[in-house]
């Protein structure tokens, strides 16, 4: 008796049984499902919310799928939304019966009596399809980690990349028609119109801006020259007139030059303060006192600098995708290409097919974020060995075609003071001292120009050539040095035509 007892107590009840077998079943809210799609055919006030949070997917029941999809195209086809045309249309697409009939659309309109909470309603439903989407993308990664062929690179890239757009709420949408993208993109020239002809972000030259429109979202701009031209010079004056002059933020992913080392470059550009004194600490007290105040606006700009060497091309997006979450930056800067490695699994030490993979990548990655994604990159030693004007051709840029194939910008930075030369090639012989050419050689969605800029060497800074502010000029007058206080700009960005025996590795 007392062992039968004790197999009794040892024995799990049905109850207990029944619920192992089940396991476990994927977050959802059917009851809130049938609460909105009630809604939806009850009071036309709620459908406005309802489609914008929620697409079919978010939908855990197949009927409240094929029902929603229903809703959305009377919606889209601007008809009336209720019991009788939702049913019409499920019976046209021959799903009626498939969702349960009329029947079933009654009790979803008995279940609600307006549609006062949908907007809390449809949250529910979106947080439990996010989570389904997590366990999915999980299970997937989990898969793809057992495999031991696959490469650990594309597949901390595709985790982080799936991640990212759940976090977003960006899961991928379905193709959309040329009736909403019209309606996009009227509203776009609206706002166009009403920033006075930039609809993307400005550089801070004006004679740029007014060809470009403004660096435009999703675009790759490659901006190339050799070394000496002043790459990093023009793009820190950039991020600059964005970040202090817009408040807009900036990411610089910097592969050369330290962080630090940039930031003392801006704040000598932002002061008139030579780099040296900046170096040395060797400051007057008129001097400290002018620091303190200009870099004030510096310190509170939304510029953020990561100066990782030899950062991989996987290593780039997902710093770019936590900056684009958590700061929302909008424009991207890499100094430069050539410092970039692929990562993956490519060891067939061909340079170009690397090259060709990051700048596929970085295209990629600008369309992602939807950000323009500035590059800097080298240009080949033919630009030295060419007669004339040595003014850089698209057949110049180095090691790979693809990056003129990928970019919707490519652009070159020229000047000829660097060579000795000394009289711009235009009718009046103009003098290139002092100044420099941002020469657009590729547009993918606009016109073709040489842009002529101010070059001021000892600030390593770019400048509007009719509109340059004569302000640091005057700042820098202040040092007490009989000699110039800045160093030359042919000492910082090297002697014209002295290149050093291992050109093409100079990175700067």
């Known amino acids: 008796m007392e062992s039968q007892k004790s197999t009794l107590k040892n024995t799990p009840n049905q109850g207990n049984v029944i619920n192992l077998q089940k396991g476990k079943i994927p977050p959802q809210a059917v009851d809130i499902e049938e609460v909105v799609l009630g809604a939806m055919m009850i009071d036309k006030k709620g459908i406005d919310e309802a489609i914008d949070i929620l697409s079919p997917e978010a939908f855990y029941k197949d009927a409240h799928k094929n029902i929603f999809e229903a809703i959305h195209f009377l919606f889209q086809d601007g008809q009336p939304i209720d019991l009788l045309t939702v049913a019409a249309q499920l019976k046209k697409e021959k799903k009626l019966e498939l969702v349960g009939g009329e029947y079933y659309l009654i009790q979803l309109t008995q279940k609600v009596s307006s549609s006062a909470h949908i907007e809390f309603h449809c949250r529910i439903i979106l947080q439990k399809f996010i989570q389904r989407s997590l366990i999915k993308i999980s299970n997937e990664i989990i898969e793809e980690a057992y495999d031991e062929g696959a490469d650990v690179f594309d597949l901390l890239d595709h985790a982080e990349s799936k991640l990212y757009e759940v976090t977003q709420g960006n899961i991928k949408k379905s193709s959309e028609t040329a009736q909403s993208l019209v309606t996009q993109a ?5 706002e166009i119109s009403n920033k006075e002809g930039l609809s993307g972000i400005p550089s801070g030259f004006d004679k740029l801006d007014e060809l470009t429109s ?18 990093t010079a023009l793009t820190l004056s950039m991020a600059r007139n964005i970040s202090v002059g817009h408040n807009i ?8 030059m330290s ?4 930031i003392t470059r801006l704040i000598s550009s932002e002061t008139g303060l030579s780099s040296e004194k900046l170096r040395t600490g060797n400051l007057e007290k008129h001097e400290w006192e002018q620091l303190n105040v200009k870099v004030k606006a510096l310190e509170q700009a939304p510029l953020y600098i990561d100066d990782t060497p030899s950062l991989s091309i996987f290593d780039l997006r997902a710093k770019a995708r936590r900056l684009s979450s958590q700061f929302g930056i909008q424009l991207i800067v890499i100094d430069y290409l050539q410092l970039m490695t692929g990562g993956g699994s490519n060891k067939s030490g061909n340079r170009e097919q690397e090259i060709s993979s990051i700048s596929r990548n970085l295209k990629a990655l600008a369309k992602e974020l939807n950000v323009p994604v500035i590059a800097l990159s080298q240009l080949s030693r033919a630009v030295e060995t060419r007669g004339g004007t040595k003014r850089p051709l698209l057949s110049d840029l180095r090691e790979s075609g693809a990056i003129e194939q990928d970019a919707d910008i490519v652009s070159f930075i020229y000047r000829p003071e660097y060579y000795d030369i000394q009289e711009w090639d235009d009718e009046e012989g103009s003098p290139t001292e002092g100044q420099g050419e941002f020469i657009v050689a590729k547009h993918r969605n606009g016109g073709l120009d040489n842009i002529r800029l101010k070059f001021i060497g000892h600030l390593g800074r770019f400048d509007n050539l009719d509109t340059f502010d004569n302000t640091f000029e005057i700042g820098s007058s202040i040092n007490d040095d009989d000699s110039s206080p800045f160093p030359d700009a042919n000492e910082v960005f090297g002697e014209p035509n002295k290149p050093s025996e291992n050109d093409d590795e100079v990175p700067f």
């Open 214 to 231: 403004g660096w435009q979202p999703s675009d790759l701009i490659i901006v190339a020259a050799r070394p000496g031209m002043g790459k």
């Open 259 to 262: 962080s630090v080392q940039l």
């Open 249 to 256: 933020p900036v990411a610089f992913f910097s592969l050369e």
């Open 186 to 190: 009227l509203k776009q020239i609206e």
